[in-house]
């Protein structure tokens, strides 16, 4: 059973553009949901992370938005570049060091 | 520094072989993980080591899969008698550890084959 279920799995957006990737989970014990990027040939990179008492995190152009009652959590890329285009995963994680990731989202900027 | 290295990048074996596949760790991490990402896939949780001990191996998918870290810091995980549905990318990573959660860094993975 899939602990985290990530939308799309793939999406091409226009540099500029704003690109969002979603994710649910069903397991209320998760308390850390992480996004990583990974490129090809390359292990997963942590981007951002947030922890469900705050609704909005930002870094840069990253930003995790989170609802707690709907247990869902998305990642938006403000004028996202020909460099964002990567694999992104979301993740949780609750109780253990051990994080439950999802499918991925193949991201294409076109310049 | 230099970050999280796995040897090899790449292993092809045949069905039945015994293979093993190193981590090395950035140094100073106490906590190394091991996770297996299939083609298409996010990355699966195989197990935790906090130290030299496996603080949590619910992930191995069967006693045909170990992993040891006998000294705290280079980790070997350990197939045997592979099988064809075992092929995938095997991707370590290591943090400072601890209780609350810190940041995984990982290896660049190795891409196992078997044939």
Known sequence: QQQVKQSPQSL????GGIPII?????NTAF???PWYQQFPGKGPALLIAIRPDVSEKKEGRFTISFNKSAKQFSLHIMDSQ??????????AGGGSNQFYFGTGTSLTVIP | G???SQTPSNKVTEKGKYVELRCDPISGHTALYWYRQSLGQGPEFLIYFQGTGAADDSGLPNDRFFAVR???SVSTLKIQ??????SAVYLCASSFGGREYTEQFFGPGTRLTVL
Do not use: L, M
């Open chain 1, 31 to 33: 308390d850390y949901f």
């Open chain 1, 12 to 15: 091409i957006v226009q540099k």
């Open chain 2, 81 to 86: 008698r592979t099988e064809r549905g075992d």
């Open chain 1, 22 to 26: 979603n994710c649910a989970y069903e």
């Open chain 1, 82 to 91: 020909p460099g964002d285009s990567a694999t992104y995963f979301c993740a």
């Open chain 2, 2 to 4: 230099a970050g999280v």
């Open chain 2, 70 to 72: 006998p000294e705290g």
